[in-house]
């Protein structure tokens, strides 16, 4: 039976409607036209009829309900293996006239992107689009297909298309509340030094920066191979479709990079401050070691217990010592005020 999700809404963690896992919907188009629901038992039947598609989409689905699906589409046991398992890298495969897909996806959680993943059967008359993790539901691209039926009848080429855009697309909210929080480091960096938690988020931006860098640039040869057709046939007037989202795979990834480098700089910029203060710092106590060594001199000399010594004895020997120490400390203080160092 189909297992409808509550609210069919995204499984963003921390935030939405919690998506039950199972079947999240299940239907059938004609001519771009939503005309019913359809069980999985049954979704074999109508993806065999002419001119009829049928999209499917599970939300970690259990082995069971992967099994129902592979016996009705005769899905190869490999792609279903790696359906069921996850952590996949991105990827696109051919097994026979079926294509895997397999893409990532990210969110800001907590501060954190968090990743999902999407597996994408796709076939003659059907769509099979399988989520794991975390990762923004897509009912909003069923709902903008089903709103344009004259681009929706091209088929289950086009829905391949609407998944991957939408997916690319998300990736950019993700870059820009990253990009946000560089920018205040670095304003943080050129007006004082960063915290130890500072430093320390600066690491897990860099090495999340890094993560969805490894996700996103798989992402253009998948859309490469679907563009030139190089697995399986697309139409002609899809071919633009998958070139404009290898497009915006690139901006993606040039957006990644320079947020790197930024955060390299702020990084770099950080270590050389903290380094300028420790070198700062060391001047100031260099320079009063210098002045305090004077009387330190001067009264270990005099004081040692011998009977003759130069001015012992003398009247004022105690108010020259001290304007001695007074001199030479001044002197030594005033170069050091003027070369910087205090």
Same mark, same amino acid.
């Given at each position: 039976?189909?297992?409808?999700?509550?609210?069919?809404?995204?499984?963003?963690?921390?935030?939405?409607?919690?998506?039950?896992?199972?079947?999240?919907?299940?239907?059938?188009?004609?001519?771009?036209?939503?005309?019913?629901?359809?069980?999985?038992?049954?979704?074999?039947?109508?993806?065999?009829?002419?001119?009829?598609?049928?999209?499917?989409?599970?939300?970690?689905?259990?082995?069971?309900?992967?099994?129902?699906?592979?016996?009705?589409?005769?899905?190869?046991?490999?792609?279903?293996?790696?359906?069921? /398992?996850?952590?996949?890298?991105?990827?696109?495969?051919?097994?026979?006239?079926?294509?895997?897909?397999?893409?990532?996806?990210?969110?800001?959680?907590?501060?954190?992107?968090?990743?999902?993943?999407?597996?994408? &059967?796709?076939?003659?008359?059907?769509?099979?689009?399988?989520?794991?993790?975390?990762?923004?539901?897509?009912?909003?691209?069923?709902?903008?297909?089903?709103?344009?039926?004259?681009?929706?009848?091209?088929?289950?080429?086009?829905?391949?298309?609407?998944?991957?855009?939408?997916?690319?697309?998300?990736?950019?909210?993700?870059?820009?509340?990253?990009?946000?929080? $560089?920018?205040?480091?670095?304003?943080?960096?050129?007006?004082?030094?960063?915290?130890?938690?500072?430093?320390? /988020?600066?690491?897990?931006?860099?090495?999340?920066?890094?993560?969805?860098?490894?996700?996103?640039?798989?992402?253009?040869?998948?859309?490469? /191979?679907?563009?030139?057709?190089?697995?399986?046939?697309?139409?002609?007037?899809?071919?633009?479709? &998958?070139?404009?989202?290898?497009?915006?795979?690139?901006?993606?990834?040039?957006?990644?990079?320079?947020?790197?480098?930024?955060?390299? &700089?702020?990084?770099?910029?950080?270590?050389?401050?903290?380094?300028?203060?420790?070198?700062?710092?060391?001047?100031?106590?260099?320079?009063?070691?210098?002045?305090?060594?004077?009387?330190?001199? $001067?009264?270990?000399?005099?004081?040692?217990? &011998?009977?003759?010594?130069?001015?012992?004895?003398?009247?004022?020997?105690?108010?020259?010592?001290?304007?001695?120490?007074?001199?030479?400390?001044?002197?030594?203080?005033? /170069?050091?005020?003027?070369?910087?160092?205090?």
């Amino acid at each position: 039976m189909l297992q409808r999700a509550d609210g069919a809404g995204g499984a963003r963690a921390g935030a939405g409607p919690i998506v039950k896992p199972g079947v999240v919907a299940a239907r059938v188009y004609s001519g771009g036209r939503w005309i019913t629901d359809t069980t999985v038992e049954r979704a074999g039947e109508w993806a065999q009829k002419p001119g009829h598609v049928v999209w499917i989409g599970l939300y970690e689905p259990t082995a069971e309900l992967l099994r129902t699906i592979q016996q009705e589409f005769q899905l190869h046991d490999l792609a279903i293996e790696d359906a069921s /398992r996850g952590h996949q890298r991105p990827k696109i495969e051919q097994y026979g006239d079926t294509l895997f897909i397999v893409a990532r996806t990210a969110q800001m959680v907590d501060g954190r992107i968090a990743f999902g993943e999407t597996h994408v &059967f796709l076939g003659h008359g059907y769509l099979i689009s399988v989520r794991h993790g975390p990762s923004t539901s897509y009912a909003a691209v069923r709902d903008r297909a089903e709103a344009c039926p004259g681009a929706f009848a091209r088929g289950e080429n086009y829905i391949l298309y609407a998944i991957l855009d939408f997916i690319v697309d998300n990736y950019m909210p993700v870059i820009e509340m990253i990009e946000d929080e $560089v920018d205040a480091l670095e304003e943080r960096v050129v007006n004082s030094l960063l915290t130890g938690n500072e430093v320390e /988020r600066l690491y897990q931006l860099r090495r999340d920066l890094l993560r969805l860098r490894n996700a996103v640039v798989p992402l253009v040869d998948v859309c490469r /191979r679907l563009e030139h057709s190089e697995v399986m046939p697309i139409e002609a007037a899809l071919q633009p479709l &998958f070139r404009d989202v290898t497009d915006h795979v690139r901006r993606v990834q040039e957006a990644i990079d320079a947020q790197r480098e930024v955060l390299a &700089f702020t990084y770099e910029a950080s270590v050389m401050a903290g380094q300028a203060e420790q070198t700062a710092v060391s001047r100031r106590l260099a320079a009063w070691a210098a002045i305090l060594a004077v009387p330190t001199a $001067v009264a270990g000399i005099y004081g040692m217990n &011998f009977k003759f010594m130069p001015e012992l004895e003398w009247e004022y020997g105690y108010h020259a010592t001290i304007l001695v120490i007074v001199t030479a400390c001044a002197t030594l203080y005033w /170069r050091f005020k003027r070369n910087g160092w205090l």
